[in-house]
């Protein structure tokens, strides 16, 4: 069955566990994410979201249990080499205090992948920042600063796309234009993404499949509508319905 899952998974987990000292944040006996799907991990603030994402970008290891990529374990794998094909979107993006253009092509460079300045011209086109290549990163509002850190992303085309909050703190103006976005880079270049988001209308926009983190366990996985509608632990419809107290 696992033999299965990590065939048809870019992701797979088993018996994973992350603790900070003593305090257990995260326990998940098995997870699959499905490779070209869009997965939305849910859940309270606290519930180990950002320290699942952590864990699959490989900024963190686990502390027991074991994480495969593309069906290899990946503490078996060189870091430098399968961190190049995962590529992240924080919820409070760190740019580089220099020009957009140079922010957009830093991954590039130091992947060796910059073959022209179209490259970047696209990608910039594509956020809707045309013209604003030689803007200086700390000139930018908000929404352009979350634009750019996607183009930055997108541009890289990685096997895997993790996005934290990544509208958490836009309007909705550009919350609809950075959807698009994803949806279109799903669509052309089959991406696996993962969105962490407390968002629940946007997980049902954007997901295929939904999966319910609670005090750092997993309580249930299932394709969207399903979990919305019809989920199999009550827990899964108290949080979606607002009956939850947390």
Known sequence: MIAKNKEHSLY????LQKQYDTRTVLKIDSLSIHRGEIIAIIGPSGAGKST???LLNFLEQPTEGKIYFDGTLVEDM????????????FQNPQLLNRSVKDNVEF????RGKLTSRKQVIDALERVGLTGLEHSSASSLSGGE???VALARALVLNTEALLLDEPTSNLDPYNTSLLESLITEHHQTHKSTIVLVTHNL???RRLAQRCALLLDGQLVEVAPTNTFFDAAHDVRVSAFVNGDMIY
């Open 145 to 147: 600063l979350q634009r």
């Open 52 to 54: 699942l994402l952590r």
């Open 12 to 15: 797979h987990i088993e018996n």
């Open 78 to 89: 060189p870091r430098i080499e399968i961190r190049r094909e995962v590529t992240t979107v």
């Open 107 to 110: 991954g590039l460079k130091i």
């Open 201 to 203: 209308f946007q997980a």
